[in-house]
């Protein structure tokens, strides 16, 4: 219902073109040909101006482009993907090791891959790509179905299911951590594990441990097989003999426990141990309380992934922060710029940070590491 009525002073009445615009920009999209229209050029002529091509004068550039900004055009997925081939959609898949059910719950407890999830799609957004999370089980029909021009595959294990099923369909990937068993492979985002668990262990050293123990997930990913090869050489230069345990990656709290019980009831147990896993920690520290033993007077611990159960725990636990969110947004701007034949430094290495926490704070007196 309109109402009539005399103007008001400093109001401007709308005119039915105004009205028309509004509808035009607000509840039907605008076409090309609506550009055109506007612009009083053929469809042809806006296209060669959003795409770059021809030769068009700089006044007649100008008409168009203020008649796309005045429409709000945008130019249609579906036509864009007929141009290029691609459908403007990557997926972010994480490991094949992380089984559906123990995913949920590995997901809820470390939030290392939502983390890196939420980051690539925001960084994807930017370039007008969209990012789907894929499950570990994803098959050739579900990447078909869902059209998508590559992928992010994160912590891949030697001879991954996933990457072949990629390199079968010839998609392009990006990974989150090197790739085993492929020393040509270049388009990957790692963080310096090696250097960063020897920072962690050079700080136990100072802070007085003198028997480390390993409690590392035993997997042929990338981030396990450095950090455990950082470790073992850490030790052997002081010649002290590895302790080193390997538990799955659905072991839980419980099996941590349980293995922490027998590595502190060994004659010569150790005085400081480094659980890859932060689950793998809070085991840790059940088992040292159940003995008497205090952190870090008598045992240090401390974990490879930073996250609120490190922070949250009693002692707090000093951790390595791989800067999961940075990971992301370099892996999709990775993946973007290989779909864009554009010009990118592969592979990027990404800085982590060690986190001091009361669990290896041992000298109290002395500073920590910036």
Known sequence: MFLAGPPVPGVRVASTTDLAEHSARHTVPATIKDVARLAEVSPTTVSHVLNDKGRIKDATRERVLAAVARLDYNPSRAARALRTKRNGTLAFLVPTFEAPAALRGRLTSLDVYLSQATSAAQAAFVDDHALLLLPPTASASDLHGLGIDGGIICDPAENDDLVGLFDSMKLPIVTIERLPGRAEFEWFVAADNAAST?????????????????????????????CRAAYESWSAERDMEPLVAGLSPHDSQRTAYSVARSLLDLPDAPDAVLALDERFASGVIRAAGERGIAIPTDLMVATGIDSHEARAATPAVTAIDIHPDRQGTAAAAMLVARLQ???????????????????????????TPP
């Open 198 to 226: 020897r920072r962690l262990l050079d700080h136990m050293e100072d802070e007085g441990a003198r028997r480390v123990a390993l409690m590392y997930v035993d997997l042929p990913i990338a981030w396990a097989l450095e």
């Open 341 to 367: 034949g554009a010009s990118v430094e592969a592979p990027q290495i990404t800085q982590t940070t060690l986190n001091v926490r009361d669990s290896t704070l041992r000298n109290r007196g002395r500073p």
